[in-house]
C-alpha cells in the first residue's frame, strides 16, 4: 500500500516552478543561485556590464511570491524583507519595486531597461523585449 502512495506521488505533477525573466538589453543568458539572491536581496546592484539593475516583485505576502523566494532563493520571505528594510532604514539601498500582477510584471520588465522579475510559467519562452534568464 505505501509503495502505490509512493509511487502515485511520484507521478503527480510538480507546481509549477517560477521563470525569472529579464529586459532583453541585459547582457547575460545564465547567473548562479547566488548571483540571483545578490540581485534580489538588492546587494548586487549593476549586471556584470555596468548596466543598472532594477528588480520588479509580485506583492511579498501572496502566494506567487512566497514560492519564488523559497524555490529559487532558498529563503523565507520575512528574511527578504528584513534585508531590503536594513538596507533601506541604513540608507544604504532600496526595496524592489512592487507590481501587481503577472502581467503587469511582465510589462514593466520589458519597458525597463536592466530590469529582472518572475513569472509563474514554465512554459514562458520569452519573447521580443523579454527573455528567460537560466539559473544554475
Same mark, same amino acid.
Given at each position: &500500500?505505501?509503495?502505490?502512495?509512493?509511487?502515485?506521488?511520484?507521478?503527480? *505533477?510538480?507546481?509549477?516552478?517560477?521563470?525569472?525573466?529579464?529586459?532583453?538589453?541585459?547582457?547575460?543568458?545564465?547567473?548562479?543561485?547566488?548571483?540571483?539572491?545578490?540581485?534580489?536581496? &538588492?546587494?548586487?546592484?549593476?549586471?556584470?556590464?555596468?548596466?543598472?539593475?532594477?528588480?520588479?516583485?509580485?506583492?511579498?505576502?501572496?502566494?506567487?511570491?512566497?514560492?519564488?523566494?523559497?524555490?529559487?532563493?532558498?529563503?523565507?520571505?520575512?528574511?527578504?524583507?528584513?534585508?531590503?528594510?536594513?538596507?533601506?532604514?541604513?540608507?544604504?539601498?532600496?526595496?524592489?519595486?512592487?507590481?501587481?500582477?503577472?502581467?503587469? &510584471?511582465?510589462?514593466?520588465?520589458?519597458?525597463?531597461?536592466?530590469?529582472?522579475?518572475?513569472?509563474?510559467? *514554465?512554459?514562458?519562452?520569452?519573447?521580443?523585449?523579454?527573455?528567460?534568464?537560466?539559473?544554475?
Amino acid at each position: &500500500m505505501i509503495r502505490v502512495l509512493v509511487l502515485l506521488l511520484l507521478l503527480l *505533477p510538480r507546481t509549477a516552478l517560477s521563470e525569472v525573466i529579464v529586459n532583453s538589453d541585459v547582457s547575460i543568458d545564465k547567473v548562479s543561485r547566488h548571483y540571483l539572491l545578490s540581485v534580489f536581496s &538588492m546587494r548586487a546592484r549593476t549586471w556584470p556590464d555596468g548596466q543598472a539593475v532594477r528588480v520588479f516583485i509580485l506583492p511579498p505576502y501572496q502566494p506567487p511570491h512566497k514560492k519564488f523566494v523559497k524555490q529559487e532563493l532558498g529563503l523565507f520571505p520575512y528574511q527578504l524583507i528584513k534585508i531590503w528594510d536594513r538596507a533601506v532604514f541604513s540608507g544604504a539601498g532600496q526595496s524592489p519595486i512592487v507590481v501587481a500582477n503577472h502581467r503587469e &510584471m511582465l510589462e514593466r520588465v520589458k519597458s525597463t531597461a536592466g530590469a529582472i522579475g518572475y513569472i509563474q510559467d *514554465p512554459k514562458f519562452q520569452g519573447g521580443d523585449d523579454v527573455k528567460v534568464l537560466q539559473v544554475d
